[in-house]
């Protein structure tokens, strides 16, 4: 029901920032969470930071102090400034939209399911 498209990743050297940007087709229920994930090579999809309406972050450890999420409803855009980042950030980022945020695993819940279809960032000297 939601479309949810990212843009803003590409090839960057450590050290260096980048903003990504998620926007979405309509902002109801299934947009009251919003969050990035990221996919490494062979490794799981997880979630990197996530803002829900009524103030509620997530953060995960690596991103912490680094990454902020913030969210412009006039835009209907949800993005990720990603500052000093590191080989191991390169991934594949992908913009998740749902009800709520369950911290413990980091994922979000309620039955809305939507997913963009990700942005490649590569982080190499």
């Known amino acids: 029901q939601v479309q949810l498209v990212e843009s803003g990743g590409g090839l960057v050297q450590p050290g260096d920032s980048l903003r990504l940007s998620c926007r979405f087709s309509k902002d109801n229920i299934c947009t009251e969470a919003l969050g990035w994930f990221r996919q490494a090579p062979g490794k799981e999809r997880e979630l990197v930071a996530a803002?829900?309406?009524?103030?509620?972050?997530y953060s995960a450890d690596f991103a912490k102090g680094r990454f902020t999420i913030s969210r412009d409803n006039a835009e209907k855009t949800v993005y990720l400034q990603m500052n000093s980042l590191n080989p191991e950030d390169t991934a594949v980022y992908y913009c998740n939209a749902d009800r709520a945020i369950q911290a413990s695993p980091g994922r979000l819940i309620g039955g809305c399911n939507s997913w963009g279809q990700g942005t490649q960032v590569t982080v190499s000297s």
């Open positions: 803002t829900a309406k009524g103030g509620i972050t």
